[in-house]
């Protein structure tokens, strides 16, 4: 897999799986100083990315195959379901934006728009090191696949609690489930653990998540739990 970085910082990395080559958008920049920003029209604070380095930098790319990626506050939310979807793809570029953004007309040139949340950052560098992130671990080989097809938000639920060694510490021990080497008995926790993290931090989460009967059923209980706790503490 390549990925392509549009920035004003950065260098290129290569590691064999994974190719990613950051292109310093001032390269493109115009006149002597290589310009990049302008003022916007209408007045107002800030500077504005314009078009014609945009262009210069990005078009090369698109006609190479690159799946163009403008990370903006204004864009889709990065998600699991979406990081893997762009995993699947043999190539991405990913623009960052920078200043009050970049000139409208050079919108056209993505094929979507990526945000990492509900905030403003100085510049698209740190939101496309976070998909570069993400998405570079779900690329084939990277990492092995048993290590992200139970992460959080996976299957749609929060991972279960790890333990490793010591057994016990400071008096915190580990669940002897976790001790017995009964695969079936563990496979079974550790899905209940998930569901119950997830019903007491993300509980958004299960309106969407693939849940069988006996997921069902264990949720119940666990609503069960809650409430007789919540009554005893009253």
Known sequence: M?????????????NG????????????????HRTVDDYPYGGGAGMVLRPEPLFAAIEPLRDDGAHVILLDPAGERL????????????????????YEGIDERARGLA?????????????GELPALVLLDVVARLVPGVIEAASHEEDSFAA????????????EFRGMGVPQVLLSGHHGEVARWRRREALRRTLERRPDLLRDAPLSEED????????????EGSVTNE
């Open 2 to 14: 390549r990925i392509d970085l549009v920035t004003l910082f950065g260098r290129a990395v290569d």
């Open 17 to 32: 799986l994974l190719s990613v080559a950051v292109h310093d958008l001032r390269e493109h920049g115009l006149g002597r």
């Open 79 to 98: 998600t699991d379901p979406l990081a893997r979807e762009l995993a699947g793809l043999p190539r991405l570029a990913l623009v960052c934006g920078r």
């Open 111 to 123: 094929d979507r728009e990526v945000s990492i949340g509900d905030y403003v950052l100085t510049g």
């Open 156 to 167: 749609g639920l929060l991972e279960y609690p790890q333990y490793t060694r010591p057994e």
């Open 216 to 227: 069902r059923g264990s949720l119940e209980l666990l609503h069960a739990e809650r409430h």
